[in-house]
Nanobody, 126 residues
Framework: QVQVEDCGGGCVQVGGSLRLSCSAYGSSFDDYLVAWFRQAPGKHRELISCISRTDGETYVADSVKGRFDISRDTANNTRYLQMNGVKPEDTAMYHC???????????????????WGLGTQVTVSR
């Protein structure tokens, strides 16, 4: 069973960049779909981006397309969310999550995510 640890948040000015990290312990991320979610106060949780196990298939939500990018570092068992051109509406708690579900293949956006990190806060200041 994988343990997920997410980190890298902080305070950043509008237009700036951050890179969030998601590390796996106890298992290889190559056996899991990995996703980044965010939730702002008073709003529903939103799937931002996800990546398949090994074939590189990714999904990026329209709200962040062209600004955020998900990537993998297989050697270090880590997945990243690169956030560029941040906006005030990107302020939220960001969570990394992993899924062993296989019925959707590489279509990670449809999976159910069972293993969650504690979250890392991102605050965008004007």
């Amino acid at each position: 069973q994988v343990q997920v640890e997410d980190c890298g948040g902080g305070c950043v000015q509008v237009g700036g960049s951050l890179r969030l990290s998601c590390s796996a312990y106890g298992s290889s991320f190559d056996d899991y779909l990995v996703a980044w979610f965010r939730q702002a106060p008073g709003k529903h949780r939103e799937l931002i981006s996800c990546i398949s196990r090994t074939d590189g298939e990714t999904y990026v939500a329209d709200s962040v397309k062209g600004r955020f990018d998900i990537s993998r570092d297989t050697a270090n068992n880590t997945r990243y969310l690169q956030m560029n051109g941040v906006k005030p509406e990107d302020t939220a708690m960001y969570h990394c999550a992993a899924s062993q579900e296989r019925k959707f293949g590489s279509y990670c956006r449809y999976a159910t995510y069972d293993y969650w990190g504690l979250g890392t806060q991102v605050t965008v200041s004007r």
